[in-house]
């Protein structure tokens, strides 16, 4: 029998000595329930989070962790699979999630190794299994469960409905997620960014394109708070792509340079291309297509030698758009053949290579190829997710055929994309 004290037991101790309650010792440091957790041995503190513990104790960190029982292997995996997982690396975390569920129950029932797991699974479109790991978190439909644990819940159920793209249950997820910290006076940072994030993705594929400018920019103030650079140049990229969509490239040209301010304190070459890459978009976009074309055949190259395939892909076919509204059509073809040579064929950018194809044919009066072209883009925009493109191009399509007497088929391509736009529609008017 091991009679060690544990962690949370000492916490538990100390905080008695003060004669404090756990709701007045939380106060300002965590929730109530986080403590609880904590003392319980259901959770284990982060560094931050122990050493605020600590100086609320009035005490040394040696006096709460020395001679304390804690089994160190499954707290080094968990922050092992943690540190992968904001990385991106969702696979890997996943396998060191499962290595833990062998022989460390007091960790793998805890609600933060639940959240991480569900959240592997959402990455690795493992629905079905988060969603049962999601019910071990908290009760989705019950706010009387630990308040944190159902504002967890609520984003990871927001996640699975982005990923059908249900997004009108997403942003009833997300909304609750952001309710529920706030009225809880949760600080999770992660959680709060991310499903900031969420709500604007949402609201922008659901058409509330302002009200997603508005989230997406309380995303950003929470980035700026906590000084997380990275994500504060991706968002901004993202906000950028979206002006840009919106054929507002003076507002994405400010993004785009705010951007580059983040990566070039971050110091990283990497993130820099990436910015220099919306920058030469707009540039194109607005009309200046030989200044982006002498940067966009830089940045690919450069790309090309960091082993980034997919992101030089990405540049040659904005390469070869800048091209084609520079006309030269000969070059833009090249660069589009590149392109789909590096891009996965359901990319976004795989779909604008062959639009550019399509349109090069066309030019050329390639009828056949041209017809082939369009539709072969149609289907991967759709295939991809980018279902205005998709439209656009279809109407293309059908207007091409109409031109050239071929009715049935054009009625056939505006029938597709009606029953197309119709599961949109039902997708979209999805309401809870």
Request: charged letters at 20%; proline letters at 2%.
């Amino acid at each position: 029998m091991n009679n060690q004290i544990t962690l949370g037991q000492k916490i538990r101790l100390f905080r008695l000595r003060l004669g404090l309650s756990q709701r007045e010792f939380a106060k300002g440091i965590c929730t109530p329930s986080m403590i609880s957790q904590i003392e319980s041995g259901r959770c284990n503190p982060s560094n931050h989070l122990l050493q605020a513990i600590v100086d609320r104790l009035g005490v040394s960190l040696s006096d709460v962790v020395e001679n304390a029982h804690f089994n160190m292997k499954s707290v080094s995996l968990f922050w092992m699979a943690k540190t992968l997982l904001s990385q991106s690396k969702f696979s890997s975390a996943l396998q060191v999630l499962d290595q833990l569920e062998v022989g460390f129950s007091e960790l793998t029932e805890t609600p933060d190794f639940h959240f991480h797991r569900a959240l592997c699974l959402i990455e690795q479109d493992i629905l079905d299994e988060a969603q049962t790991m999601i019910s071990l978190l908290a009760d989705p439909v019950s706010k009387l469960s630990d308040r944190h644990s159902y504002a967890r819940a609520e984003y990871l159920l927001g996640r699975i409905e982005m990923k059908k793209q249900y997004w009108q249950t997403a942003q009833h997820h997300f909304n609750n997620t952001l309710k529920a910290l706030e009225e809880g006076g949760i600080s999770d940072d992660e959680v709060e960014i991310s499903a900031l994030i969420g709500f604007a993705k949402a609201q922008k594929h659901l058409g509330n394109l302002q009200a997603a400018w508005e989230t997406n920019n309380r995303a950003m103030t929470a980035l700026q708070r906590i000084g997380d650079l990275e994500s504060q140049c991706t968002l901004l990229l993202e906000m950028a792509q979206s002006s840009l969509d919106q054929q507002q490239p003076i507002q994405s040209a400010e993004y785009a340079q705010r951007a580059l301010g983040c990566a070039q304190a971050l110091n990283n070459r990497y993130n820099q291309l990436q910015v220099e890459l919306q920058i030469a978009s707009t540039q194109a976009a607005a009309g200046q297509p030989e200044l982006a074309e002498f940067a966009l055949e830089r940045i690919a190259d450069e790309l090309l030698k960091l082993n980034q395939s997919t992101e030089a892909g990405v540049a040659f076919a904005e390469l070869s758009k800048a091209r084609m509204v520079g006309g030269n059509l000969a070059k833009a073809e090249e660069a589009s053949q590149f392109a789909k040579q590096l891009l996965p064929q359901n990319h976004h950018h795989y779909a604008e290579a062959l639009r550019v194809e399509a349109y090069v044919a066309k030019e050329n009066r390639q009828w056949e190829l041209a017809f082939k072209r369009f539709k072969q883009s149609a289907d991967c925009f759709q295939l991809a997710g980018s279902l205005d493109e998709y439209e656009a191009t279809a109407f293309e399509l059908s207007r091409m055929y109409a031109e050239h007497q071929q009715d049935g088929l054009a009625y056939k391509i505006l029938a597709d994309l009606w029953a197309t736009r119709f599961q949109v529609h039902r997708r979209r008017g999805h309401v809870i």
